[in-house]
């Protein structure tokens, strides 16, 4: 089974930039697709973004098309979230999370979560 670990969050201005990463170990990251969730307080866990087995397909929810791009390195083990024009409704913690079947919004189709990094966003 495959681990996951996110990283590249913390505080910023809204308007500013992250790029998050999700690094993967203990599985052939190359055979997954990969997915970016969110989970504000007080809210349910929703789909961000994610990512086909080689990278030529992406899928973004409402909120982060054209803000947010995913993409990945296979030789790198890495799954990245390039975040721009940050609102403080992007306000959560974001959870990176593996899939044996195909890029989806359910996240009951992901098998695999990291353990989360904190993106907060200030006016």
């Known amino acids: 089974q495959v681990q996951l670990v996110e990283s590249g969050g913390g505080l910023v201005q809204a308007g500013g930039s992250l790029r998050l990463s999700c690094a993967a170990s203990g599985g052939t990251f190359s055979r997954y697709i990969m997915g970016w969730f969110r989970q504000a307080p007080g809210k349910e866990r929703e789909f961000v973004s994610a990512i086909n087995w080689s990278g030529g397909s992406t899928y973004y929810a409402d909120s982060a098309k054209g803000r947010f791009t995913i993409s990945r390195d296979n030789a790198k083990n890495t799954m990245y979230l390039q975040m721009n024009s940050l609102k403080p409704d992007d306000t959560a913690v974001y959870y990176c999370?593996?899939?044996?079947?195909?890029?989806?919004?359910?996240?009951?189709?992901?098998?695999?979560w990291g353990q989360g990094t904190q993106v907060t966003v200030s006016s």
């Open positions: 999370a593996a899939s044996y079947y195909y890029p989806s919004a359910n996240r009951y189709e992901y098998k695999y």
